[in-house]
């Protein structure tokens, strides 16, 4: 059975000159792609005024809430026991987002609920990266 998790997730930007300005944004988590999380921004937050999707390892998410993780476009870290900063970078800017970790806590949670650790069915995520990769080949 596909389980599809959605949980609203309130963020803050930090900006520049050090302020906070709230960010609507939405974790999205399938057991059809069970090593992934999806963190969805509406398209009044984003600079083209389109929506943006984040694709990052769930285990990213997990690493991060505990200590310092991520060496690519992705860098999640704690920021006391109840913020958690997640850095997002692309080829147009950088993004610093505060989220509360509780939050954060109870989506991850819910994901090892649906999809416990060590339980992923691999072979389809396997499959379609395959078929992505070589496509029209």
Known sequence: MDIALEQPARARLITGEER???VPAKLRYASTDPLAVHLDFPGEVS???QGATWIFARSLLEAGLRGPAGDGDVH?????????????HSP????????????????????YAAVPAGEEDLGAVVERGLTALFDGV
């Not at 999640?76 to 997002?88: A, D, Q």
Request: charged fraction near 20%; charge should be negative.
């Open 92 to 111: 147009y800017g950088m993004a610093l987002l505060q989220f509360d970790t509780p939050a954060l806590n109870r989506f991850l949670l819910r994901t």
């Open 76 to 88: 999640i870290w704690p920021c006391g026991p109840e913020r958690t900063v997640v850095e997002l």
């Open 47 to 49: 600079l083209d005024g």
């Open 20 to 22: 906070e300005l709230p």
